[in-house]
């Protein structure tokens, strides 16, 4: 109804959503005048269960289909099918005196007594109708000991609804009838969802309450906030596809390296991100010193960095004399050594792990 316009002489017949639990004051007929409604627009006023039965609010109105099939129609009516058994219950506080049910047609009784089930005998006055006809086909008021009353619309006819044809093999159907008040139930094989209604009722004008609905391939949304050192390697966004990442050289991935496009069309993760990758400050060797300065903010060593060593005057280099930081976040190779042309002899080498050892004699 929103930004809805409607012309000079427009008729609109309002009612409360829920049936039973709102009770309308005001005239239901709307009638569209010179740009104006009249008569005023109705009130739709909580019942005890919505004010969980504080201040002075009427009673509300439940009903259950015991046997047999019924729905509301959208006049907020209770259709009901022939021969069928429907309880109507009155909620008001059991403390504060009996309820009267009262019906305005003086063709047949109806028992009424309040509940015997638990959680219910204190609030619960029934009004039980057994195997409806056309005669139950009434309006029913349910009047609380303070005065306050509540009431609710029961039309009983025999509507049946057509066939539901479906041809998609990717659809499941589960119907119960095809009966006033009966349901169709849907749903799509894995991979595709419901475009529609997953559940069709079948309504007192002999039609079902919206059209079948179809199954659509399920798809995951454009993946978003990619960074400007993420990219995607492989992307499938059908449902069971997978986005797979990777980060530019010099960086490093922080999440899953990969997604999957799952059954409800939502991506299994949060898209990851890229860190640079740094080496540990390099260490200085006694007696040496660098020639080069890092190429990062905050005295950082990126990948890619070289390092330049120099031994002071009279002492000589053993190693590398420069060093690169690499993708794995550790340097190419071990600082040198600085020592004197007497302390250096030709020495077994030995690696372990990445470092070098040299026997120097003392």
């Known amino acids: ?21 709102y009770k309308m004051k005001g005239d239901n007929l709307l009638h569209c005048e010179n740009g104006e409604w009249t008569p005023k627009l109705p009130e739709c006023v909580p019942t005890t269960v919505v004010t969980n039965f504080t201040g002075d609010a009427p009673p509300t109105i439940e009903y259950t289909i015991v046997s047999g099939s019924a729905v509301v129609e959208h006049t907020g009516e209770l ?12 909620i ?19 028992s009424s007594a309040w509940s015997n089930e638990e959680g219910e005998k204190n609030t619960h006055y029934r009004l039980i109708l057994v195997k ?25 006819v025999n509507v049946m609804c057509p066939p539901i044809a479906v041809s998609s093999s990717r659809m499941r159907q589960f119907t119960q009838g095809s009966r006033l008040g009966n349901s169709a139930h849907f749903s799509c094989q894995p991979g595709y969802h419901l475009n529609g209604s997953a559940v069709l009722t079948c309504m007192g004008n002999g039609r079902w309450s919206s059209l079948p609905p179809t199954c659509v391939e399920t798809f995951c949304p454009m993946l978003k ?39 409800n069309g939502e991506w299994s993760g949060e898209v990851p991100h890229c860190i640079p990758i740094y080496c540990p400050d390099p260490l200085i060797p006694e007696n040496g ?47 040198p050594f600085c020592l004197q042309p007497s302390e250096i002899r030709k020495a077994d080498t030995i ?9 120097v004699d003392e």
């Not at 427009?10 to 829920?18: E, G, N, P, T």
């Not at 086909?137 to 029961?154: E, F, I, L």
């Not at 903010?297 to 590398?320: A, F, Q, R, T």
């Open 79 to 90: 259709f009901v099918y022939p021969d069928s058994t429907v309880r109507l219950d009155c």
């Open 92 to 110: 008001t506080p059991r403390a504060l005196g009996d309820p009267e049910w009262s019906w305005t047609q003086a063709v047949g009784q109806h």
């Open 1 to 21: 109804m929103k930004d809805t316009h409607f012309p000079h002489g427009a008729v609109l017949l309002s009612r409360c959503k829920h049936f039973g639990l």
């Open 225 to 263: 906030s990619l960074g400007a050192h993420l990219s995607v390697v492989e992307y499938n966004s059908s449902f069971g596809g997978r986005a797979m990442f990777q980060c530019s050289w010099g960086y490093r991935l922080v999440g899953a390296p990969g997604l999957e496009c799952e059954i």
């Open 289 to 335: 010193r660098l020639l080069t300065e890092p190429s990062a903010k905050h005295e950082k060593y990126p990948v890619g960095d070289l390092m330049i060593y120099s031994c002071e005057d009279g002492y000589e280099m053993v190693g590398e004399s420069s060093i690169v930081c690499t993708e794995n976040g550790f340097w190419s190779h071990p600082p």
């Open 132 to 156: 409806t006809s056309v005669r139950h086909s009434d309006q029913y008021t349910c009047t609380a000991p303070g005065g306050h009353t509540n009431t609710v619309v029961v039309k009983v």
């Open 351 to 359: 690696f372990v792990e990445n470092t070098t050892l040299i026997h």
